[in-house]
C-alpha cells in the first residue's frame, strides 16, 4: 500500500513537468507548413478583373494565379492608368512578360525574393491592376 502513495506523486509530477515543456516548445515552420501557406497566396481572376486588388506574401513565395471561368488573362509588369496600359519593369520585382493564363487554368507569378510593392496587371483588360506587397 504504501508504494502506491509513493509512485502517485511522481508520476503527477512527471506529467506536470511533460505538460510544461510541451506548453513552452518554441515552434518551427516545417516544410509542409511552408507549402500550405505557399499554397494560401491565390488570386482569383474573373472575367476582367482581379478578384482582390493586392495580395501580401513574404519574401520568397510566389502567387498562383486562377481564372475562374474561360476568359484568358495576359499578365505583365506595370499597371492601367486612366485607361492606358503603363508597362514598367520594377526593381526587385519578377519579370513578368505577357504570362498566359487561359481560361479555366492557373499560372505563377514569382518567386518574390525582394521585399517592395509591386504592380502587375492584364493587358488586354483595362483597368485589371494587381499590387503585391512583399514582406
Not at 499554397?39 to 482569383?44: I, L
Not at 476582367?48 to 494565379?65: A, W, Y
Request: glycine letters at 8%.
Amino acid at each position: 500500500m504504501r508504494i502506491r502513495f509513493i509512485l502517485a506523486p511522481a508520476l503527477l509530477g512527471f506529467l506536470i513537468l511533460t505538460l510544461l515543456v510541451a506548453c513552452g516548445s518554441t515552434s518551427t515552420t516545417t516544410s509542409t507548413e511552408k507549402q500550405q501557406s505557399a499554397s494560401d497566396n491565390e488570386v482569383h481572376m474573373t472575367t476582367n478583373d482581379f478578384v482582390q486588388k493586392s495580395i501580401t506574401i513574404h519574401k520568397g513565395e510566389s502567387i498562383t494565379l486562377i481564372a475562374d471561368n474561360a476568359v484568358p488573362h495576359y499578365i505583365s509588369n506595370g499597371t492601367w492608368n486612366n485607361g492606358s496600359a503603363k508597362p514598367k519593369a520594377e526593381a526587385g520585382a519578377p519579370t513578368a512578360n505577357n504570362i498566359t493564363i487561359n481560361g479555366n487554368s492557373t499560372g505563377k507569378l514569382g518567386p518574390f525574393n525582394t521585399s517592395g510593392t509591386f504592380q502587375f496587371y492584364c493587358t488586354i483588360h483595362p483597368g485589371m491592376n494587381l499590387t503585391v506587397i512583399v514582406q
